[in-house]
């Protein structure tokens, strides 16, 4: 072959590259750099390995622009990262999808698209819709007696579990006297949290070894989504090389949640579900019942998808934001008295919290609120799909492509906050004290907000104020105490820690 053939070869070659790194669609966001198979999460990873969503920030500044084109792998991201932009996605309908093209997202469902949370179009909508009028009636996402009644019958067992210790070999694996291993110690009150609303029955404390279980399965599933995990969204070959890139790990996690759910959906199943109502399975078997003549949306995979999809979430992500509003008050001891001073003023110590004092406590709900900001537990929120050709903030956004909402960096927006490196419940309230308007978003927003966020609130509510009422926290030597003691995947969750639990002196309500 001649030189010169040669030279026009590589010529060729050189601008197909080129080619391909600067080629976007017209009108889309400025674009990371991107390189073949790996597309710009490569330039992510390389900014910070650990946390790759943090180097948004950098090219945020570079490209000079609040909204990105971001390649992952071969899928096209466009990734909002302040205020109005992230809005805009998560309250209009065009951004509703979910990326269900993604193989790993069926791989956890029998393979197929099953569930809430990675399903989108009329199957979603009715599947939502039937699972969260029902759940309601049992006290997911309003106020219901029994359903609080139960919750203060397990907030009570966790305090007397924390003040008197172990009574069995199980409970000695996270409990010892005057300290306890967090988050294991929450998993559950956590977990019966949701499945009291499921199956209207929980787990008495000689069985709680079997909801640690559960809770270990979620937390497994959640962390399998870190750097390595992240790889298998972008490329569906990668889940043939074992556990290399954590396919197993996020496989072993998931499926120890779905069939551990099974088995209490076939025992529900074998009972007289027809005559008593006492949870959204139930109901939900009643409507496989009359449906099974007719195609329908309604299947036992799906009911078992749909469960351990608006279960998972208790599991796992309830007791690592208490762990981690824990650390950062303790952290932040000025914030700490403050809290346990409006507790003590309002409620005292002989009696429990409850959550018809939330109202009265504006400061505690604002430490929630402000910890929700500080550790933003899922830093990329909920990958969304534009179901159609659409604009964002006067870019164009071409159908298919994924919409990235970088929590994380909206809620450290200088801009929007002022001083974002720093633990102060006070920005969210009013010169009279108050709670004012709420500017994060830790839930999402619009039609695909968390179906559980009323549900998670009361109950982080109920559980945090409660431990505050009663304990006083201390680090324990040669323990994780870092704010830096966390681990990333699907949510940032705190590393396992001994911490004292210290009980408090009591104290009347003035």
């Known amino acids: 072959m001649s030189p010169l053939l040669v030279a026009i070869l590589l010529l060729i070659v050189a601008y197909k590259f080129y080619e391909f790194l600067k080629c976007v669609p017209a009108n889309t966001p400025p674009c990371i750099p991107r390189v073949p198979v790996g597309g710009s999460y490569w330039h992510l990873l390389w900014g910070d390995y650990k946390y790759p969503y943090k180097t948004i920030s950098y090219y945020i500044k570079k490209l000079h622009s609040k909204i990105l084109t971001c390649y992952f792998g071969g899928f ?15 309250t209009r309908e065009e951004f509703d999808g979910r990326a269900t093209v993604i193989d790993v997202f069926k791989a956890r469902a ?3 698209e099953l569930g809430i949370f990675f399903t989108d179009g009329s199957f979603w909508k009715e599947q939502r819709r039937f699972t969260l009028r029902h759940m309601r009636d049992f006290g997911f996402g309003r106020r219901h007696d029994k359903y609080e009644s139960d919750m203060m019958e397990e907030v009570n067992i966790l305090v007397n579990m924390l003040k008197e ?24 009150y956590s977990a019966n949290s949701i499945w009291d609303i499921m199956f209207g029955e929980r787990f008495d404390r000689s069985e709680y070894h079997k909801l640690s279980y559960l809770c270990r399965a979620a937390m497994k599933f959640q962390r399998a989504g870190d750097t390595t995990g992240g790889a298998i969204v972008q490329h569906w070959f990668l889940k043939y090389f074992g556990d290399l890139f954590s396919y197993k790990s996020i496989m072993d996690g998931n499926y120890g949640m779905v069939y551990f759910i099974k088995k209490y959906v076939v025992d529900r199943k074998q009972s007289d579900y027809e005559d008593i109502e006492r949870g959204l399975v139930d109901r939900y078997l009643k409507e496989l019942k009359k449906n099974r003549n007719v195609k329908s949306t309604f299947s036992e995979e799906q009911l078992l998808i749909a469960l351990t999809d608006f279960s998972f979430p208790a599991y796992s992500a309830l007791p690592s934001v208490v762990v981690h509003t824990i650390k950062l008050l303790m952290h932040n001891p000025d914030s700490l008295r403050k809290v346990q001073e409006e507790i003590d003023q309002v409620v005292g110590t002989g009696r429990r919290v409850t959550w018809e004092d939330r109202k009265y406590l504006p400061y505690t709900e604002a430490v929630i609120r402000e910890s929700l900001r500080y550790e933003t537990i899922t830093p990329f929120g909920v990958l969304h799909k534009a179901l159609k050709d659409t604009t964002l903030c006067g870019f164009n956004v071409p159908k298919g492509a994924l919409a990235v909402t970088n929590l994380h960096a909206m809620h450290h927006d200088p801009d929007l906050w002022g001083d974002p490196e720093n633990f102060r419940p006070e920005r969210f309230l009013n010169e009279e004290g108050q709670l004012g308007k709420d500017f994060t978003m830790p839930f999402g927003l619009g039609h695909r907000v968390c179906a559980g966020e009323t549900f998670a609130r009361y109950n982080l509510f109920g559980l945090l104020a409660t431990l505050l009422q009663n304990f006083n926290f201390l680090f324990v030597e040669g323990q994780p105490t870092s704010l830096d003691d966390k681990l990333p995947g699907l949510i940032t969750t705190p590393k396992e820690t001994w911490i004292k639990v210290e009980p408090r002196v009591q104290i009347k309500a003035l």
Do not use: R, T, W
Not at 175 to 185: R, Y
């Open 76 to 90: 096209m991201a466009i990734v909002a990262n302040d205020y109005e932009s992230i809005k805009e996605i998560l």
């Open 110 to 112: 029998f393979g197929k």
């Open 165 to 188: 210790g172990p009574i069995n070999e199980e409970e000695k694996a996270y409990l010892k006297p005057g300290c306890a291993l967090f988050p294991d110690v929450l998993y559950p």
